[in-house]
Nanobody, 125 residues
């Protein structure tokens, strides 16, 4: 069982930037497809971004494409989400997720096996 710990959330003004980090305990971190999801109060969990095992492929939700960048450093067992040009609509709890069986990428249609505890991102207008 891999443990995932998110950090880097906070309160920012619209147009600002924030970088989230997710540290994984698993020694075989590179075996996992990684992703970020978010959930706002009263709304469905939303897929944000995913990255393949070797970092060669990334995919983003249309709502964040061009503003967010997912990356990973397998040597550090860490995945990142760089968020730029933040909007109030981005306000949510952001969750790091890992899955050993997903072929290449996560999506809105999948439920990853492992989740972090979440980190709050609040964007004010």
């Amino acid at each position: 069982q891999v443990q995932l710990v998110e950090s880097g959330g906070g309160l920012v003004q619209a147009g600002g930037s924030l970088r989230l980090s997710c540290a994984a305990s698993e020694r075989t971190f590179s075996n996992y497809v990684m992703g970020w999801f978010r959930q706002a109060p009263g709304k469905e969990r939303q897929f944000v971004a995913t990255i393949s095992r070797n970092g060669g492929m990334t995919y983003y939700a249309d709502s964040v494409k061009g503003r967010f960048t997912i990356s990973r450093d397998n040597a550090k067992n860490t995945v990142y989400l760089q968020m730029n040009s933040l909007k109030p609509e981005d306000t949510a709890v952001y969750y790091c997720a890992a899955d050993p069986s997903t072929s290449q990428a996560m999506s809105q249609r999948v439920t990853p096996r492992y989740w972090g505890q979440g980190t709050q991102v609040t964007v004010s207008s």
